[in-house]
């Protein structure tokens, strides 16, 4: 009886074939007009526009982070700055909790790190709201540290790399031992071989379609020439009349208010009351909402 032949997955390129490679197309495809990839910019403005891309594209995080650096250039200064207006200048890119754990992580960076963020991923992880891929993003995009920066376009690239189709669903320990494998040993190159990649999963190696015929590692690539799996069509999902889509008008409400806000009015943003009175509760636990001295609703005063 014969053994059974077993099967491996195509071995991921050296570091050093990846970076030649890789490198030259992503100085002439690199998008030098995303704001915070100016020379300049500071690992404050790198560390906002981390926490601002989270969950959001961003062609709408532009303009709001170009907005927000120039009034809050530093630590200090969002620290310093009332919540309210903080929430107001997040406008409507959505989970607003994200604005109030950046001033909280200002507040830090003033007070404990002199106002400068800092370089090491396990210092940055102490941060209030700052994981593991947003520590490595910010010691590598801005202090060109060697640290896996693995977010979901770098997990695809690399498993189409080793020859699957898709990564999982959450970033594993295998993902980032994966990724470490392929940096070089220099930090300046393996920092821009981070971003190359990265770059690579948003702009050709996409999650509906790869585009061998113009990708630069086509060849080292071991899902080269594959067709993707047909998969289930993914319905968009519903925003109108969700939790999240309350919980937004409410909040979009007490931005634009002049002053607080009668319970009248943010009982007419939407006709489900019972959703109305659980978005409210929820804003009031999350702290993204308050009420004066006479019940009426406003952005917290702190």
């Known amino acids: 009886m014969r053994a059974a032949t077993e099967t491996t997955e195509p071995a991921?390129?050296?570091p050093d074939l990846l970076a030649e490679r890789l490198l030259p197309w992503f100085d002439a495809h690199n998008r030098t007009e995303l704001p915070w990839r100016r020379p300049g910019t500071t690992a404050w403005g790198v560390l906002v526009s981390e926490i601002m891309s989270q969950q959001t594209q961003v062609a709408r995080?532009?303009?709001?982070?170009?907005?927000?650096?120039?009034?809050?250039?530093?630590?200090?200064?969002?620290?310093?700055?009332?919540?309210?207006?903080?929430?107001?200048?997040w406008g409507r890119m959505g989970y607003p909790r994200r604005a109030l754990r950046l001033q909280e992580c200002a507040k830090i960076v003033a007070e404990e790190h002199d106002g400068v963020v800092p370089s090491d991923p396990a210092e940055l992880e102490k941060l209030p709201g700052i994981?593991?891929?947003?520590?490595?993003?910010?010691?590598?995009?801005h202090y060109g540290g060697r640290h896996a920066v693995v977010d979901t376009n770098v997990r695809r690239v690399v498993a189409r790399l080793g020859g699957r189709s898709d990564a999982g669903?959450?970033?594993?320990?295998?993902?980032?031992?994966?990724?470490?494998?392929?940096?070089?040993?220099?930090?300046?190159?393996?920092?821009?071989?981070?971003?190359?990649?990265?770059?690579?999963?948003?702009?050709?190696?996409?999650?509906?379609?790869?585009?061998?015929?113009?990708?630069?590692?086509?060849?080292?690539?071991?899902?080269?020439?594959?067709?993707?799996?047909?998969?289930?069509?993914?319905?968009?999902?519903?925003?109108?009349?969700?939790?999240r889509h309350v919980r937004g008008?409410?909040?979009?409400?007490?931005?634009?208010?002049?002053?607080?806000?009668?319970?009248?009015?943010?009982?007419?943003v939407w006709t489900d009351q019972r959703m109305v009175n659980e978005a409210v509760a929820q804003l009031i636990e999350d702290g993204l909402i308050g009420t004066d001295e006479t019940g009426r609703f406003e952005l917290p005063s702190r």
């Open 169 to 243: 669903n959450a970033t594993s320990k295998a993902d980032l031992a994966a990724a470490e494998s392929l940096l070089p040993e220099d930090a300046a190159t393996a920092a821009r071989v981070s971003l190359a990649l990265m770059e690579l999963g948003a702009l050709v190696c996409t999650a509906r379609k790869t585009e061998c015929g113009t990708c630069p590692v086509t060849d080292a690539c071991g899902f080269s020439g594959q067709e993707l799996p047909e998969g289930p069509s993914r319905k968009r999902q519903r925003y109108k009349g969700t939790n």
């Open 12 to 14: 991921l390129p050296s």
């Open 249 to 268: 008008e409410i909040m979009a409400l007490l931005r634009n208010a002049d002053g607080p806000v009668e319970r009248a009015r943010i009982d007419a």
């Open 61 to 89: 995080v532009a303009p709001v982070w170009e907005a927000w650096m120039e009034r809050w250039p530093t630590p200090a200064d969002l620290a310093a700055a009332p919540t309210a207006d903080v929430l107001r200048e």
């Open 131 to 141: 994981g593991n891929y947003t520590a490595a993003a910010v010691a590598v995009f």
